[in-house]
């Protein structure tokens, strides 16, 4: 399995303005990507963070809104560009280990408010 | 659209019974399943994966896999308060081992004493 540690666990954030979500992996792993679960729903893939490389985003997300970074292995970013209060929301960072078993693991979250 | 459906919900169960839960996938290239437990509050936490036609046990989790029917499910025996959760099925949609998952929209489980 992986630890996978995400900050901030919370935060407030008033509309129109930028907050980067961080992500850190406590051993290499091979896959990393972003979710987001909006209040009472199921997890909505945002985008997968590729090493070294532009995120692939799902239809529906697109990179000015939520751009990513991963520069290694083991840390991303993930940034929720002007706010909305539609982008309140839980936004998740998870991660594949080097089994080969595809089990994703996932980090604590990171519980946005926007008013 | 690769989907995945779960039974609706909420599902409430005695302590002690056994809890069902079901999941279709239309993606019929899938390989690999699993489920996840989230407490309210909590992040999704890995309980079962399965990878091949048959039942899978892991103390009083069982996983069934039908590729098929395209059909998953979970059985929890001797269902627990503790057990009382929303229980997600998810599939890889991609075929390879370092796919993404797809998640079903989850089924809330309640297991009174």
């Known amino acids: 399995s992986a630890v996978i540690s995400q900050k901030p666990s919370r935060d407030i954030c008033q509309r129109g303005t930028s907050l980067t979500i961080q992500c850190q992996v406590d051993s290499q792993v091979t896959m990393m990507f972003w979710y987001r679960q909006q209040p009472g729903q199921s997890l909505t893939l945002i985008a997968t963070a590729n090493q070294g490389s532009e995120a692939t985003y799902e239809s529906g997300f697109v990179i000015d809104k939520f751009p990513i970074s991963r520069p290694n292995l083991t840390f991303s970013t993930l940034t929720v560009s002007n706010m909305s209060p539609e982008d309140s929301s839980i936004y998740l960072c998870?991660?594949?280990?080097?089994?080969?078993?595809?089990?994703?693991?996932f980090g604590e979250g990171s519980r946005l408010t926007v008013l | 659209q690769k989907e995945v459906e779960q039974n609706s919900g909420p599902l409430s169960v005695p302590e002690g019974a056994i809890a069902s839960l079901n999941c279709t996938y239309s993606?019929?290239?899938?390989?690999?399943f699993f489920w996840y437990r989230q407490y309210s509050g909590k992040s999704p936490e890995l309980i079962m994966s399965?990878?091949?036609?048959g039942d899978k046990e892991d103390g009083r989790f069982t996983a069934q896999l039908n590729k098929a029917s395209q059909y998953v499910s979970l059985l929890i025996r001797d269902s627990q308060p503790s057990d009382s959760a929303t229980y997600l099925c998810a599939v890889n949609s991609d075929g390879t081992s370092y796919g993404k998952l797809t998640f079903g929209q989850g089924t809330i489980l309640t297991v009174h004493p």
């Open positions: 993606d019929r290239g899938s390989q690999s």
């Open positions: 998870s991660a594949k280990t080097l089994s080969n078993t595809g089990e994703l693991f």
């Open positions: 399965i990878y091949s036609n």
